[in-house]
């Protein structure tokens, strides 16, 4: 599986941003639950939201549930963050990353990651 994530960028705070990833290989929606984490400067990363591999089960970070949704078309092989009411603590490089287990993606882990896009929200 190999991942692309795009649509970070510059807003203030209150935006709306959409980032999306785009995901190759035949098995990506029979095998594979995807999330979103991210990283701030100086901080580790982090979980930000997962969805199952039928898309039927999200989880979302305490600190986004409410502004976040993550969403997967399995037909074409995406997985989008739709992210509204940013705040300037959500700035950080936020990853797209596949797992086999949900779990692992909640940890902080995954099988495979994105190249990472740079999401800058300022006050």
């Known amino acids: 599986v190999q991942l692309q994530a795009s649509g970070g960028g510059l807003v203030q705070a209150g935006g709306s941003l959409r980032l999306t990833c785009a995901a190759s290989?035949?098995?990506?929606?029979?095998?594979?639950?995807m999330g979103w984490l991210r990283q701030a400067p100086g901080k580790e990363r982090e979980f930000v939201a997962t969805i199952s591999s039928s898309g039927g089960v999200t989880y979302y970070a305490d600190s986004v549930k409410g502004r976040f949704t993550i969403s997967r078309d399995n037909a074409k092989n995406t997985v989008d963050l739709q992210m509204k009411s940013l705040k300037p603590e959500d700035t950080a490089v936020y990853y797209c990353?596949?797992?086999?287990?949900?779990?692992?993606?909640?940890?902080?882990?995954?099988?495979?990651w994105g190249q990472g896009t740079q999401v800058t929200v300022s006050s």
């Open positions: 990353a596949a797992s086999r287990a949900g779990q692992v993606l909640r940890s902080g882990r995954a099988d495979y």
């Open positions: 290989g035949r098995t990506f929606s029979t095998y594979y639950d």
